[in-house]
């Protein structure tokens, strides 16, 4: 079966069908999710400080239900309006943008600490888009000139993709130079055919920290290699999180913020918030 990106344009393609069957797979879940966090690390952002992250592409949800977990506030933009219903129905705590990236981002500029996007930007490289005017070079320049924009400086994007060619890098890598961007491209595993992975890890100024482009995990890990690799780098990220003191996700706070939330998107039955719980309040006659 030839990739997704070939046979219809995304917002076709993840129709209600497919984006059910794409949020439940687990193996699909497994792999997003290990792929975020990965892009979380090389985002290289200060341990504990909020931040707030645009995910680019941000489906279902799945890439986005690890900035919750990790604490972050982010916004996420997707073209397939399925694939954001589901996102809404799995109340992902992220606002979310029904938007091509293909025509650029309309941010304010400087509004987002770091960006990531998995697994969408191969979508941009086929012809074969529901806006046959543009062409995959313009939907780029387009892409990548707002989403400079719209990043603080210093601060970095990270990309995940499935290029099909070397060219296709170079396309890609030429065009985010060409908008401003420092930074490059890395690869994991690149000898492994199955847990290879391309990140383009692009920076804003000098990208925050070291300006050098991080290095790609050497290994020529098979897939069971890759994943107790990745287990062990999850649990290395979630002690970082934990000793640089991120605000408690579950405190009060966060309790208000989702309650309101889930009444800004019409839920039926949000508790009363109280003084201290946030419970619901017993009435009382
Ligand atoms: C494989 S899914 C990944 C979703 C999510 N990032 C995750 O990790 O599960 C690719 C997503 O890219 C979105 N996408 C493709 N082209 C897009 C475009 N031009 N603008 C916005 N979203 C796009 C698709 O609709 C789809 O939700």
Redesign the pocket.
């Known amino acids: 079966m030839s990739r997704p990106e070939l046979q219809a344009p ?2 076709i393609y ?1 129709g209600d069908v497919e984006a059910k069957k794409y949020t439940n797979n687990s193996r699909v879940q497994q792999i ?1 999710a290990d792929m ?1 966090y990965r892009a979380l690390e090389l985002l290289n952002l200060p341990p504990g400080d909020p931040a707030l992250l645009l ?1 680019i ?4 949800g ?2 986005g239900e690890i900035l919750d977990e990790q604490g972050y506030t982010w916004v996420g ?4 309006p399925s ?1 954001l219903e589901v996102a809404l129905e799995r109340e992902v705590e992220g606002d979310l943008f029904l ?4 025509q650029g981002f309309g941010f304010r500029p400087g509004s987002f600490d770091g960006a990531i996007s ?3 930007i191969q ?2 490289l086929n012809a074969e888009t529901s806006h046959p005017t543009s062409s995959p070079p313009h939907r780029l320049m387009r892409f990548f000139t707002t989403l400079h924009a719209a990043l603080r400086n210093p601060s970095r994007a990270v990309l995940q993709f499935y290029p099909t060619s070397d060219d296709q890098v170079q396309l890609i890598t030429s065009i985010a130079q060409k908008a401003g961007f420092g930074g490059g491209v890395v690869v994991d595993y690149p000898n492994s055919k199955k847990a290879r992975k391309v990140y383009l890890c692009l920076f804003v100024g000098g990208g925050g920290g070291a300006q050098q482009v991080p290095k790609g995990l050497e290994d020529e890990a098979e897939e069971g290699e890759a994943r107790a690799q990745f287990e062990k780098r999850r649990e290395r990220l979630k002690k970082r999180q934990i000793s640089g003191k991120r605000k408690n996700v579950k405190g009060k706070d966060w309790i208000l913020r989702k309650k309101e939330l889930y009444r800004q998107r019409g839920k039926d039955n949000v508790p009363n918030d109280s003084k201290y719980t946030g419970r619901k309040r017993k009435a009382v006659f």
Do not use: K
């Open positions: 995304p917002e993840y997003q975020t995910d592409g941000c489906g279902s799945l890439s933009v997707d073209v397939a694939m938007q091509d990236i293909g998995i697994s969408v979508w941009l």
